[in-house]
């Protein structure tokens, strides 16, 4: 079984800074893109940002210029720095991976619990 463990999460007042981590760990043979999500209440799940294995990254317009992800590929593990927060990026942030279980296998979507995250104003 493969499993998705965020941690990080936490209070915080605008314009502070929180890390995000989240670490897959299981029978995984390799692991595509990998991406943060959020929902907040009352609202629908969206993209915050992607990465694939390559390094490419992608990320939602509300976050650019504040948000940085990255990955150790070695460690299988995926970050979010998120700067100059506000409380708008209120919600509860989930990490989710593309995953292939064996070589032959098609690679399927993983997602951990979530980690909350609370910007205060």
């Known amino acids: 079984q493969v499993q998705l463990v965020e941690s990080g999460g936490g209070l915080v007042q605008a314009g502070g800074s929180l890390r995000l981590s989240c670490a897959a760990s299981?029978?995984?043979?390799?692991?595509?893109?990998m991406g943060w999500h959020r929902q907040a209440p009352g609202k629908q799940r969206e993209l915050v940002a992607t990465?694939?294995?390559?390094?490419?990254?992608n990320y939602a317009d509300s976050v650019k210029g504040r948000f940085t992800i990255s990955r150790d590929n070695a460690k299988n593990t995926v970050y979010l720095q998120m700067n100059s927060l506000k409380p708008e990026d209120t919600a509860l942030y989930y990490c989710?991976?593309?995953?292939?279980?064996?070589?032959?296998?098609?690679?399927?979507?993983?997602w951990g619990q979530g980690t909350q995250v609370t910007v205060s104003s």
């Open positions: 990465i694939t294995s390559g390094g490419v990254t």
């Open positions: 989710a991976a593309d995953i292939s279980l064996t070589a032959w296998a098609p690679a399927g979507d993983y």
């Open positions: 299981g029978s995984i043979f390799s692991i595509n893109a």
